[in-house]
T-cell receptor
């Protein structure tokens, strides 16, 4: 069965510092990979996705992620964090075949940004 | 703002009752998915509707059911509510039923079961 592990429940960084959020997955084949962000009281917003090609993908708000097949990882990075980045971040995987886009999410990483 | 609207935003029910949650898809989207997000957890896939038919279901019992209407709006119904059903219920719409296209999420309906 597929699963997504986000080993860091909570991360605190200072504004302007770099950020890396970890994501590991278990799947039968290379899935589609996603990062979503959820602000308090809000739904989920897509930051970026990987489905083929270049393993370094760029997203919105200055985020990027790197897919490493050998490590089954898809870590999210940002070179300089802004206070507005404080939110919860979810990594997700989805099937590359079939008729239903059933995403499997990790349990999330809560990001706190210190001034 | 995604254009996906959900109602109600908050509601409280008692154990054993039934609840209906509603979702209006973003214009042009023909696929709706529902997710349950318990406190401190990531969303879990309940089911997906495409052109008014269920075409994928997660590990949820039959008391979780849904409908999709010709205008692609959707309902999630939960019968015989249990305390563990307390969660944020998220609706997501998309242009297609599969692939890597973006899911557009609503802000959710927060259900509390007492």
């Amino acid at each position: 069965a597929q699963s997504v592990t986000q080993p860091d429940i909570h991360i605190t960084v200072s504004e302007g510092a770099s950020l890396e959020l970890r994501c590991n997955y278990s799947y039968g084949a290379t899935p589609y990979l996603f990062w979503y962000v959820q602000s308090p009281g809000q739904g989920l917003q897509l930051l970026l996705k990987y489905f083929s090609g270049d393993t370094l993908v760029q997203g919105i708000k200055g985020f990027e992620a790197e897919f490493k097949r050998s490590q089954s990882s898809f870590n999210l990075r940002k070179p300089s964090v802004h206070w507005s980045d404080a939110a919860e971040y979810f990594c997700a995987v989805g099937p590359t075949s079939g008729s239903a886009r059933q995403l499997t999410f990790g349990s999330g990483t809560q990001l706190t940004v210190l001034p | 703002e995604t254009g996906v609207t959900q109602s109600p935003t908050h509601l409280i029910k008692t154990r054993g009752q039934q609840v209906t949650l509603r979702c209006s898809s973003q214009s042009g989207h023909n696929t709706v998915s529902w997710y349950q997000q318990a406190l401190g957890q990531g969303p879990q896939f309940i089911f997906q509707y495409y052109r008014e038919e269920e075409n994928g279901r997660g590990n949820f019992p039959p008391r979780f059911s849904g409908l999709q209407f010709p205008n692609y709006s959707s309902e999630l119904n939960v019968n015989a509510l249990e305390l563990d059903d307390s969660a944020l219920y998220l609706c997501a719409s998309s242009f297609s039923r599969g692939g890597a296209g973006e899911l557009f999420f609503g802000e959710g309906s927060r259900l509390t079961v007492l």
